[in-house]
């Protein structure tokens, strides 16, 4: 019953980049709109950035200059490019699809920014 599977995660350094991502299936990825939320321990789940079916992008302050959300319709797949990685940075990362009233997950990817 898996519908969005995201890799990528992992250790890196600040000034650092990670390339997140997340496979969806067809059906999903036609008409949701796509995102990234992170949660780091003892803060609350944050929207990152969205994207919608025809390309629009959001993204939050903190993230904005330094992380690029994309997606590759063919693959039915969406990406997070971070650069310029913050220790803050650090949290779990989950893929989201989403329409009104309903909002669908992925497991999660952990990213850690450590020296």
């Known amino acids: 019953q898996v519908q969005l599977v995201e890799s990528g995660g992992g250790l890196a350094q600040p000034g650092g980049s990670l390339r997140l991502s997340c496979a969806a299936s067809r059906i999903i990825f036609s008409v949701y709109i796509m995102g990234w939320y992170r949660q780091a321990p003892g803060k609350q789940r944050e929207l990152v950035a969205t994207?919608?079916?025809?390309?629009?992008?959001t993204y939050s302050d903190s993230v904005k200059g330094r992380f690029t959300i994309s997606r590759d319709n063919a693959e039915n797949t969406v990406y997070l490019q971070m650069n310029s990685l913050k220790p803050e940075d650090t949290a779990v990362y989950s893929c989201?699809?989403?329409?009104?009233?309903?909002?669908?997950w992925g497991q999660g990817t952990q990213v850690t920014v450590s020296s």
């Open positions: 994207i919608t079916s025809d390309g629009s992008t």
């Open positions: 989201n699809a989403r329409m009104t009233y309903h909002n669908i």
